[in-house]
């Protein structure tokens, strides 16, 4: 369990949930480091937590830490996206809380017959993050995202990756 973390969840307007990330812990306008991201979430490894809406348990194994900051989604990003997705390890266990309207699909890849001999699942995640002008606070960013989970071979659910990250536009009343 990784420890000061500046978290939390709230509900919006719409009645959905949202985890607002408090603090960026990796920065930079060009390059995350993204070492330093893995090493960060070898924290989780061998924990588990719930996903509210159904109580399912989602794992933390050795794939996730790999996969998160090496997947091809990952290498695709640029930007303000590749430092949300960054940021977004810091509240996995919140992250996993909120999840919502999972999807289920079969494996189609053999070299996922172990450790998603169950399939797949995607969940839908919200988070914030804090945008800051001469170190004042002047609003959020909102980006939703997909958690993909695989069902094991063991039985058991375990994070693999966060995937679809996309900023979210605001619609101005008229």
């Known amino acids: ?7 939390e969840i709230i ?11 408090n603090d960026i812990r990796f920065k930079g306008k060009r390059k995350i ?3 330093d991201v893995a090493r960060y979430l070898k924290g989780y490894v061998g924990d588990f937590y ?5 109580a399912e348990k989602i794992y ?3 794939e996730f830490v790999k996969e998160f900051p ?4 990952r290498t695709a990003l640029l930007g303000a996206v590749a430092k949300a997705k960054a940021n977004s390890a810091t509240a ?4 996993i809380q909120i999840a919502t309207n999972p999807k289920w699909e079969e494996n189609r890849k053999e070299k996922h017959n172990k450790n998603a001999k169950y399939g797949w699942y995607r969940y839908d995640i919200r988070f914030a993050l804090p945008v800051y002008e001469e170190d004042v606070l002047v609003r959020h960013n909102i980006y939703s995202g997909r958690l993909l989970v695989n069902h094991a071979e063991n039985g ?10 996309k900023k979210e536009t605001s619609n101005p009343q008229q």
């Not at 509900?11 to 990330?21: A, C």
């Not at 090496?70 to 989604?73: P, Y």
């Not at 375990?158 to 679809?164: A, H, K, N």
Request: charged share 35%.
């Open 33 to 35: 480091d993204w070492d």
């Open 92 to 95: 996995i266990p919140e992250l």
């Open 1 to 7: 369990m990784i420890k000061n973390r500046n978290i």
């Open 50 to 54: 719930e996903i509210s809406e159904n």
């Open 156 to 165: 058991k659910k375990y994070l693999y990756d966060i995937l679809s990250i």
């Open 70 to 73: 090496e997947s091809k989604s």
């Open 11 to 21: 509900t919006d307007e719409d009645g959905k949930k949202l985890v607002v990330i």
């Open 60 to 62: 933390i194994g050795n």
